[in-house]
């Protein structure tokens, strides 16, 4: 079998990501009821399972030994310690919902996407931009009334943003939650009309005939 | 004035083609209804101005040495000769609209829509597929009463439209018209919020400070 087609074939990994405070999570969450399609991706944590929570649902919880030998296996897409905790996003996951042809999202911080990145450039990479950034000029220079150290730092986290966003394929503002949804759903819809995507899948069904 | 972001900062070419007969007028039609911020690429033409015709709105009309001279001077972005009379995509219209931020519709053939991507390669190439070529195996296959002579010949042509999409950035199949319009307008909105563009747009602001 054609290795590039079966790969084309596949689901997309859609990368929600962003400044932390952007609203990464409230998205994340109406883009999961809008578009009920999209698997979400449940990261493994070796923090203790709390009342209400399921292992696989929630998060797969792991002793902290099974979590470092995930690591040194590269059995994850990207993981960081917070408070003494482990957090990271199992590979094997992604990759099997992926080979269903299901389209997977996975939220996380700026790190953890720069991870996700090199380990699975394929990925679709959206930057969460805090809807701020758009009124830049006014907010920036505001009302005339701002000390020349107000403008300076404002226009020095302003140009830290724009940076990180380079490392993304797509922008998405937002201002309002289900407009941010919308674009995001066409970004999505977009990727998969893709020409080489598209391609593949007339491809494979001539080869099946 | 850095000449990359004020070319980002521009409206985008969205160049709609496909096989004759696959719809490329009834969805262009429906999609400028749908998004009339979309600017119709108006079309260079030697024939004669028909009754109702307006000169700038159906086509420019031209003389012949002129439409000549247009194509010595590359000011068309594509031309062919149809039963005598010249029919090309004058290059200065569409600049000229890009450049005030708002984006161009060419709905064109697949040989023009070729010469369009030579001088113009950052347009946004779709090609608009048959219906039927989503069921490709079926229609191939048939009800097992096909012959082998007509399984060859639809296999044939299923193969010459693929290898035409490759040319192309994405492939819109027409099953429905309003889901073919919903499509485009979805690659429109993706196109926008692509990266470079975006970022190009938050450095010019912040210059602008």
Redesign the interface.
């Known amino acids: 079998m054609n290795k590039q087609v079966s790969e084309l074939d596949q689901g997309l990994l859609v990368v929600l990501s962003g400044p932390s405070g952007v609203g990464k999570g409230t998205v994340c969450a109406a883009l999961r009821e809008r578009m009920p399609e999209l698997v979400y991706s449940v990261s493994a944590t070796t923090r203790q399972i709390r009342a209400g929570e399921q292992d696989g649902v929630n998060y797969f919880f792991k002793q902290k030994e099974d979590f470092l030998k995930m690591i040194e296996n590269d059995q994850l897409l990207e993981w960081a310690e917070y408070v003494g905790n482990y957090y990271g996003t199992p590979r094997e996951f992604v990759k099997k919902t992926l080979a269903t042809g299901k389209d997977v999202i996975l939220e996380i911080e700026v790190q953890g996407a720069l991870q996700v990145k090199q380990k699975f450039p394929e990925g679709v990479f959206i930057?969460l931009?805090p809807p701020d950034?758009k009124e830049?000029?006014s907010r920036?220079?505001g009302r005339g009334t701002e000390t020349e150290d107000t403008v300076n730092s404002r226009?020095a986290v302003?140009?830290e943003e724009?940076e990180l966003?380079?490392n993304?394929?797509?922008?998405?503002v937002n201002d309002q939650v289900d407009l941010a949804c919308a674009?995001i759903?066409?970004?999505i819809?977009?990727?998969h009309?893709?020409?080489d995507r598209?391609?593949a899948k007339?491809?494979k069904?001539?080869k099946?005939?």
């Open positions: 930057f931009a950034l830049l000029r920036i220079v226009m302003a140009k724009i966003m380079d993304y394929n797509y922008v998405v674009r759903e066409s970004i819809t977009a990727e009309l893709q020409k598209q391609i007339y491809r069904w001539i099946e005939v």
